[in-house]
């Protein structure tokens, strides 16, 4: 699964093509990946600002397009796809010949590849009238995204090779691969330095000066990373840092109880105050800029549909995540569509494409298509256009509703878990105003006393099809987390189906193209000498 061939290859020719460039500081401004350039100069603030625009969306397309779903929701069993092209996880057959399989890879390469270039290059190529702050916020942007795609990689491929100038490995494409100790060194000391480098921000009701990441992002994003090496005091301490910063908000918390978890997933609240990171999709003419989650989601029937496309309903809700919700869970509604429930603000289209309609009832479960789920997917779905309420599309049917990476009220539950230290259970005050922020957000009672389980199954409510549950299971100890996996209904309405993960599916194979050309991948994973 390594990148190697058109890996390494493809690294190679992204560090040849150089950086992102644009006359503007705007998302909706970016220039396409293949026509950027080292030999730009960045002659003012504006130029240097937009030098990593292309960082928020387009390098993360092959990754959330599909790739994102098809592993981490698929295969943790939160969604359900009959779709050849990604339902290999739902029984585990995964293999290096798999197309998703590959995309999610070079995405991911990708991101590290142009991160490379901003980091080495751009401070040699600006115009002495730039601002240092701003210089050094670009920089940071990408470590940031360094961190992030490397973050990603390690959980789900293990040792993987570091790479932090593309420029070296143009004459050595293969490489060994690298212990995943030190990739984590590499992602802490890149989050380190982005937190050293980024702007302070202050997430207001101007929702579009909140789309770039600041230095409450990279420490909260550090947060999760100390989580996973179980580094509790760490974790807590900057997830602390972070909630005590004031920076971001809980929707529909006591800083804002005007709005809601709803609002979380509806258009005009794109880099809203609890979005820590989010991808920022932009309609732009190119294929590979929008999101195409409405597409994938959601209803579609000759009778009945939320997609602009003529298709539909890709992925769907898995038959385990059904029943998990407690009565009075106002999260249900807005992550998964049932029959019977009511839609007033989203615009749909009828009879076969003749005519549209604000609102719907979602149908009975033979009707509601999709996977034979019974029921649909509701969060990331946004219906038909509709003006500001939906933002444009493009000629994929491909719209502009961000993606979230992490949001305020994981690292909440983050400062819960990083208190609770591995222990049976805490009644700490601050990790119970963090846990229950979450909870009586979503209309649950609070709870006096938590435990892992307790954390464990709110972070599956909260973040379920936000790609986060996969990795969840992965920090189990691995009997437990096959035990869980073994007992999901991985089937849909019309029969249940079981599958139990090896020991070997928790890592994905590296793609077979890049194994061919580059067998180290194989080999055992190496030192790596941070000079």
Same mark, same amino acid.
């Given at each position: 699964m390594k990148?190697?061939s058109k890996g390494y290859?493809?690294l190679?020719?992204?560090?040849?093509?150089?950086?992102?460039?644009?006359?503007?500081q705007?998302f909706?401004?970016r220039?396409?990946?293949d026509?950027?350039?080292?030999d730009?100069y960045y002659q003012n603030?504006?130029q240097v600002?937009?030098?990593?625009?292309?960082m928020?969306?387009?390098t993360?397309f092959n990754?959330g397009n599909?790739?994102? %779903?098809a592993?981490?929701?698929?295969?943790s #069993?939160?969604?359900?796809?009959?779709?050849?092209d =990604?339902?290999?996880?739902r029984?585990?057959?995964l293999?290096g010949?798999?197309?998703?399989? !590959?995309?999610?890879w070079?995405?991911l390469?990708?991101?590290?590849?142009?991160a490379?270039? =901003?980091?080495?290059?751009?401070p040699?190529?600006?115009?002495p009238?730039?601002?240092?702050d701003?210089l050094?916020?670009?920089?940071?942007?990408?470590? !940031?995204m360094?961190?992030?795609?490397y973050?990603y990689?390690v959980?789900?491929?293990g040792?993987?090779?570091?790479?932090?100038?593309?420029?070296?490995y143009?004459?050595?494409?293969?490489?060994?691969t690298?212990r995943i100790?030190?990739?984590?060194?590499?992602?802490?000391?890149?989050y380190?330095?982005?937190i050293?480098?980024?702007k302070?921000?202050?997430r #207001?009701s101007? %929702?579009?000066?909140?789309?770039?990441v600041s230095?409450g992002?990279?420490?909260a994003?550090l947060a999760k990373v100390?989580l996973y090496?179980?580094k509790y005091?760490?974790s807590?301490?900057m997830?602390e840092?972070?909630?005590?910063?004031?920076? !971001?908000?809980?929707?529909?918390?006591s800083?804002l109880p005007n709005k809601s978890?709803?609002d979380?997933f509806?258009?005009?609240?794109?880099?809203n105050?609890?979005?820590?990171?989010?991808?920022?999709?932009?309609v732009?003419?190119? %294929?590979?800029?929008a999101?195409?989650?409405?597409t994938?989601? #959601?209803?579609?029937t000759?009778?009945?549909?939320?997609?602009?496309a003529?298709y539909?309903g890709?992925?769907?809700?898995?038959q385990?995540?059904l029943n998990i919700w407690?009565a009075?869970?106002? $999260?249900?509604k807005?992550?998964i569509m049932?029959?019977?429930?009511?839609?007033?603000d989203i615009?749909?289209r009828?009879?076969s494409?003749l005519?549209?309609?604000?609102?719907?009832?979602?149908p009975?479960a033979?009707?509601i298509g999709g996977?034979?789920?019974?029921?649909?997917?509701?969060?990331?779905?946004i219906g038909?256009?509709n003006?500001?309420q939906? #933002?444009?599309?493009?000629?994929w049917?491909?719209?502009?509703n961000?993606t979230?990476?992490m949001?305020y009220?994981?690292?909440?539950l983050?400062h819960?878990?990083?208190?609770l230290?591995?222990?049976?259970?805490?009644?700490d005050?601050?990790?119970?105003?963090?846990f229950?922020a979450?909870?009586? $957000?979503?209309?649950?009672?609070?709870?006096?006393?938590i435990?892992?389980d307790?954390? !464990?199954?709110?972070?599956?409510?909260e973040?379920m099809?936000?790609?986060d %549950?996969?990795?969840?299971?992965g920090?189990?100890p691995?009997?437990?987390?096959?035990?869980i996996?073994?007992?999901q209904n991985r089937g849909?309405m019309?029969?249940?189906?079981?599958?139990?993960p090896?020991?070997n599916?928790?890592y994905l194979p590296y793609?077979?193209?890049?194994?061919?050309?580059?067998p180290k991948?194989?080999?055992?994973p190496?030192?790596?000498?941070f000079?």
């Amino acid at each position: 699964m390594k990148k190697i061939s058109k890996g390494y290859a493809f690294l190679a020719a992204l560090a040849l093509t150089g950086l992102l460039s644009s006359c503007t500081q705007e998302f909706t401004d970016r220039p396409a990946e293949d026509a950027i350039t080292l030999d730009n100069y960045y002659q003012n603030d504006a130029q240097v600002e937009s030098a990593t625009n292309g960082m928020y969306s387009r390098t993360w397309f092959n990754f959330g397009n599909k790739f994102f %779903y098809a592993i981490a929701e698929v295969g943790s #069993g939160n969604m359900y796809s009959g779709s050849s092209d =990604v339902s290999a996880m739902r029984n585990f057959s995964l293999n290096g010949s798999d197309n998703e399989l !590959f995309s999610g890879w070079k995405s991911l390469w990708s991101n590290v590849a142009q991160a490379n270039n =901003v980091i080495n290059f751009l401070p040699s190529r600006v115009s002495p009238a730039v601002s240092t702050d701003v210089l050094n916020n670009a920089v940071g942007e990408a470590y !940031f995204m360094r961190a992030t795609a490397y973050f990603y990689l390690v959980r789900l491929w293990g040792p993987v090779p570091i790479i932090e100038n593309n420029l070296d490995y143009i004459d050595t494409p293969q490489m060994n691969t690298n212990r995943i100790e030190d990739i984590y060194t590499l992602i802490e000391k890149d989050y380190l330095k982005a937190i050293e480098l980024l702007k302070e921000k202050t997430r #207001g009701s101007n %929702y579009t000066a909140n789309g770039r990441v600041s230095k409450g992002s990279a420490k909260a994003m550090l947060a999760k990373v100390y989580l996973y090496l179980k580094k509790y005091a760490e974790s807590k301490a900057m997830a602390e840092d972070v909630i005590n910063s004031g920076e !971001f908000k809980l929707l529909g918390g006591s800083s804002l109880p005007n709005k809601s978890f709803h609002d979380l997933f509806t258009f005009p609240n794109n880099n809203n105050e609890e979005s820590i990171f989010a991808i920022q999709w932009v309609v732009d003419g190119r %294929y590979g800029s929008a999101n195409n989650a409405n597409t994938q989601f #959601g209803i579609s029937t000759p009778a009945l549909t939320t997609s602009n496309a003529s298709y539909g309903g890709v992925f769907g809700p898995s038959q385990d995540v059904l029943n998990i919700w407690e009565a009075g869970d106002l $999260r249900r509604k807005e992550t998964i569509m049932l029959p019977g429930d009511v839609y007033a603000d989203i615009k749909v289209r009828t009879n076969s494409g003749l005519t549209d309609q604000m609102g719907f009832t979602v149908p009975s479960a033979a009707d509601i298509g999709g996977q034979g789920a019974g029921a649909a997917i509701k969060k990331y779905v946004i219906g038909i256009e509709n003006g500001d309420q939906t #933002g444009p599309i493009d000629n994929w049917k491909m719209m502009e509703n961000n993606t979230y990476i992490m949001r305020y009220a994981e690292l909440l539950l983050i400062h819960a878990e990083a208190t609770l230290a591995g222990g049976a259970s805490t009644s700490d005050a601050n990790a119970l105003a963090s846990f229950n922020a979450v909870r009586t $957000r979503a209309g649950l009672t609070a709870k006096t006393s938590i435990t892992f389980d307790d954390i !464990f199954q709110e972070r599956r409510k909260e973040l379920m099809f936000e790609g986060d %549950y996969w990795f969840d299971l992965g920090r189990l100890p691995r009997e437990q987390a096959t035990a869980i996996m073994a007992a999901q209904n991985r089937g849909n309405m019309f029969g249940a189906e079981y599958f139990t993960p090896a020991a070997n599916d928790f890592y994905l194979p590296y793609p077979d193209n890049d194994l061919a050309k580059n067998p180290k991948l194989l080999d055992a994973p190496v030192p790596y000498n941070f000079e």
